[in-house]
């Protein structure tokens, strides 16, 4: 079964709305989750890194502003699109270690989609 | 720097043929190597990785992958395709003196015709 929980999987709303989208760890600890973009036909952008209890680190060209990470707990990041606008419509998806070793793979959520009319 | 190339968009194979999916790799030390599946609107999934030792690494679904230092390669195989197996296929590599950052190519779509 998913051992991480992305929500929601759509999300359709209007330009100017704030979009929230949370990947939770389900049965384990992730003290740093990956939030990735993805755009048609193309593989994974990596937007940020999500730290517990600290700030998030952004990618080179991603907005900090636009692009809202917390961190608020060992199970849960939270992804804020602020004042979304139709260029933001994509496929957003989130992904946590199992531990800190880095010979395990990483673990994904089902992705949200989020189309800005 | 670390990065990832997957040579082919698409591989188009007849079911119960063989199939490769293409990848090479470059990283400063040595790799870790994954390969993921993709089915539509979905996330990805793990299908296989390799760490050290055997060359020849079994996964997911009757997947195979092998690792080829000297051509810094990391082919995914699989004896008989099957349609179901139609996805789309990413190649990721971390450097073991590194983050936990996966690096991904750019992804081969697989598409098995009966």
């Known amino acids: 079964g998913a051992v991480v929980s992305q929500h929601p999987s759509w999300v359709i709303c209007k330009s100017g709305t704030s979009v929230k989208i949370e990947c939770r760890s389900l049965?384990?600890?992730?003290?740093?989750m990956f939030w990735y973009r993805q755009f048609p036909k193309q593989s994974l952008m990596l937007m940020a890194t999500?730290?517990?209890?600290?700030?998030?680190?952004?990618e080179q060209g991603v907005e900090k502003d636009k692009f809202l990470i917390n961190h608020a707990s060992l199970t849960l990041s939270t992804l804020t699109v602020t004042s979304a606008h139709p260029e933001d419509s994509s496929f957003y998806i989130c992904?946590?270690?199992?531990?800190?070793?880095?010979?395990?793979?990483?673990?994904f959520g089902d992705g949200t989609r989020l189309s800005i009319l | 720097a670390q990065s990832v190339a997957q040579p082919e968009d698409q591989v188009n194979v007849a079911e119960g043929n063989p199939l490769t999916v293409k990848c090479t790799y470059s990283?400063?030390?040595?790799?870790?190597l994954f390969w993921y599946v993709q089915y539509p609107n979905r996330g990805l999934q793990f299908l296989l990785k390799?760490?050290?030792?055997?060359?020849l690494v079994k996964g997911s679904y009757g997947f195979e992958a092998e690792f080829n230092k000297s051509q810094t390669s990391f082919h995914l195989k699989k004896p008989s395709a099957l349609v179901s197996d139609s996805a789309l296929y990413f190649c990721?590599?971390?450097?073991?003196?590194?983050?936990?950052?996966?690096?991904f190519g750019g992804g081969t779509r697989l598409m098995v015709k009966p």
């Open positions: 999500s730290n517990e209890g600290s700030k998030a680190t952004y």
């Open positions: 049965d384990f600890q992730a003290t740093t």
């Open positions: 990721a590599v971390r450097d073991r003196n590194a983050g936990n950052m996966l690096t």
């Open positions: 390799y760490i050290t030792g055997d060359n």
């Open positions: 992904s946590a270690p199992r531990g800190n070793r880095r010979d395990q793979p990483q673990h």
């Open positions: 990283v400063s030390g040595n790799p870790y």
